[in-house]
């Protein structure tokens, strides 16, 4: 049994010299190794048939989904939150044995059988999450950072259609450590302790776990209150000359030379610390703290998941000018990605605070349901009227301002930039992000996506904006939101009919760039080749946007 097992001799004899009905000596035996211990037919050894998890997505939400241990019961994620529905109850068969252990032949015996146990629906989607950790990924290696998260959420009800953590693991490996990890303590021996620490940060779910600054994403909340107690207009002009003087203390703005004469419109879209700070000081640390508590920033979010963290916030006496300052524009506090996005939505869906979740249903294995899962919804967190106005100044943040690389042609895209500044200051090291929801005017999707220490360029409106843009290009329509192109788009982007461009003598990497231009269907390329020899349509025809092409390669 040791050899087979993989155990050491002491362990093995001293499961099986303990006086007991039964021992069990391990679980989750592969079965050719049970089959070979079958064959040594051993007086007393019983080899027992169990069942355990297989998740065919692997890696997929890995940190979401979580999995179960030796007994099958959850270790993490929504295994261990809906463990009591997902787990059923054991079978159990009763024999006659000798006094040694060994079953007695021909003897009856009483068999209860097992239940299942129930099935559970979940809000996320699978393309949704697979589109959401391909960008994730993609943005990561491209930036060498340290980890990307990225969540994408329905703002009107709180259904979490993704939920990304990249780097993930592999939930039918659990217990080894993914290769980013693994790298850094290659040739190293590891402590039991260690490598439990090591195991524990990889499944560890930081979309609701970790806490940060959220930088110039949370002017969101600054601008709605400030809106909603009418100490600010969408005409009021501002002066930013680079910095602003908050009792003995410089605050900087990104824009060393300043943006000068500005309205508050602009000051949205150039994402300027000055006027940002005037508006918190008009708003002032009571009514600022009362939209904190009004957009659910003091609690939990209340997500069906278990290691949700809480915001880290100053106790209101403690506020002088110069932290109602910092915190107008982000800094100085700390809360969840998945709290940012949960106020933000309230912001943008007409003021209802909603719970993120992803359990939608329970059901049997026959399909019978057990349970219908509700949710609360606290509406009022601000009135129509603001949500309204934040969706305009959100969508010309994108249209014309610092998030202008997730504008996607055909559809309104609202959002917020951020480039947060990890303590200790001045180390170097960023969280690059980006909030965003379409359509502007009708919220059924809204993301963030957090790049966590990228390497080189590392402002959120240049790396993490265009990612929720591909996001967006891919899932709008699979949600089937079709895009609605505006006159200056058709012509900019030659939507519509058009004329299809000549593509004989291009190479393929040629056609690859006229591509991105032109609105054609399905590519049909045929031959070997590098060079574009024929072509259908011809060079010249006009044909409707969405129509395929054929290449014919030398």
Not at 148 to 158: E, R, T, Y
Not at 525 to 541: A, I, Y
Request: include cysteine; charged fraction near 25%.
């Amino acid at each position: 049994l040791s050899d087979e097992l993989g155990l050491s001799e002491e362990k093995v004899r001293k499961r099986v010299e303990k006086v007991s009905s039964i021992e069990r000596i391990k679980s989750n035996v592969e079965k050719e190794i049970a089959d070979k211990i079958r064959e040594y037919d051993l007086d007393g050894v019983m080899v027992d048939e169990d069942y355990k998890r297989y998740y065919p997505y692997e890696s997929l939400a890995s940190k979401v989904i979580g999995f179960t241990g030796g007994d099958n019961q959850g270790i993490i994620g929504l295994e261990v939150k809906y463990d009591e529905y997902l787990k059923g109850i054991d079978g159990t068969i009763l024999t006659l044995t000798t006094a040694y252990g060994v079953e007695i032949e021909n003897a009856a015996e009483d068999r209860i059988e097992p239940q299942a146990g129930n099935d559970l629906y979940l809000s996320l989607d699978v393309n949704i999450q697979e589109y959401a950790e391909q960008a994730a990924k993609k943005v990561m290696e491209a930036k060498n950072a340290n980890n990307v998260k990225l969540i994408v959420m329905s703002p009107q009800n709180g259904e979490i259609y993704a939920m990304v953590n990249v780097p993930e693991f592999n939930l039918n490996d659990p217990y080894t450590l993914i290769d980013e990890i693994a790298v850094e303590y290659e040739g190293q021996s590891l402590s039991a302790e260690k490598q439990k620490e090591l195991l524990n940060g990889m499944w560890r779910n930081a979309c609701i776990s970790d806490t940060y600054e959220p930088g110039s994403a949370f002017k969101i909340v600054t601008a709605t209150a400030a809106l909603e107690e009418g100490v600010v207009s969408l005409n009021d002009t501002f002066y930013c000359p680079g910095y602003k003087k908050v009792e003995d203390r410089i605050i900087r703005c990104h824009k060393a030379g300043g943006h000068g004469s500005q309205t508050f419109v602009d000051g949205i879209k150039n994402s300027c610390n000055p006027v940002f700070i005037e508006i918190g000081a008009r708003v002032g640390v009571d009514k600022m703290y009362l939209y904190y508590d009004r957009l659910g920033l003091f609690k939990k979010t209340g997500v069906d998941l278990p290691g949700e963290a809480n915001s880290i916030m100053h106790k209101k006496e403690n506020i002088g000018a110069v932290e109602l300052a910092t915190m107008s524009f982000g800094q100085s506090f700390q809360i969840t990605p998945l709290q940012l996005l949960t106020a933000s939505s309230a912001v943008v869906n007409g003021g209802n605070l909603v719970v993120p979740h992803f359990g939608v249903e329970i059901k049997t294995p026959d399909g019978s349901t057990v349970n219908t899962i509700d949710y609360k919804t606290t509406p009022g967190a601000v009135t129509k009227e603001t949500s309204e106005t934040m969706k305009m100044l959100l969508e010309a943040v994108v249209a014309d301002g610092t998030g202008r690389r997730a504008y996607l042609p055909g559809f309104k895209v609202g959002g917020k930039t951020a480039t947060s500044e990890k303590l200790p200051r001045r180390n170097g090291k960023y969280i690059s992000s980006f909030i965003g929801f379409a359509p502007a005017d009708d919220p059924k999707v809204i993301a963030i996506i957090l790049i966590d220490e990228p390497t080189g360029i590392y402002y959120g409106g240049t790396i993490a904006a265009p990612v929720i843009s591909e996001l967006f290009d891919n899932i709008l329509p699979y949600m089937g939101i079709e895009p609605r192109y505006s006159e200056s788009e058709i012509e900019k982007f030659k939507i519509g009919s058009f004329e299809v461009p000549d593509f004989v003598g291009k190479t393929k990497a040629e056609v690859k760039d006229l591509l991105r231009i032109y609105g054609f269907g399905e590519l049909y390329p045929t031959g070997e080749g590098d060079v574009v020899m024929e072509q259908f349509p011809l060079p010249g025809e006009k044909v409707e946007q969405g129509s395929n092409l054929i290449l014919y390669f030398n």
